[in-house]
């Protein structure tokens, strides 16, 4: 197997969870599925989304995730802020 750097390897598993996420789920995710899909708890995705760590929304007292805004706080958790470029 070749060696990849730990930002390639993020990377991997971000497109991983991509793919897994547009194949085989539609709307909204539950906490519990979320917490399948990142090799958590579903009590630490409920702590992560009260502390607004994760993005997340409220149906009634239910708490969904959207999976693209999930996507894209991955890869920002795992590649660290974009710092935009100054002339």
Same mark, same amino acid.
């Given at each position: ?10 990377? *991997? ?18 906490a ?7 090799? !958590?708890?579903?009590?630490? *995705?409920?702590?992560?989304? @009260?502390?607004? @760590?994760?993005?997340?929304? %409220? *149906?009634?007292?239910? !708490? @969904?995730?959207d999976?693209?805004? !999930? *996507?894209?706080?991955? %890869?920002?958790? %795992?590649?660290g802020?974009?710092?935009?470029? @100054?002339?």
């Amino acid at each position: 197997m070749p060696d990849f750097t730990p930002q390639e390897m993020a990377e *991997i598993e971000t497109l991983t969870l991509t793919k897994k996420t547009a194949r085989g789920l539609k709307g909204a995710l539950t906490a519990k599925q979320l917490s399948e899909m990142l090799n !958590v708890s579903p009590k630490t *995705i409920f702590k992560l989304a @009260r502390a607004g @760590r994760i993005p997340s929304f %409220r *149906i009634g007292t239910a !708490v @969904r995730f959207d999976a693209r805004l !999930v *996507i894209d706080w991955l %890869r920002q958790q %795992r590649t660290g802020p974009q710092k935009a470029s @100054r002339k």
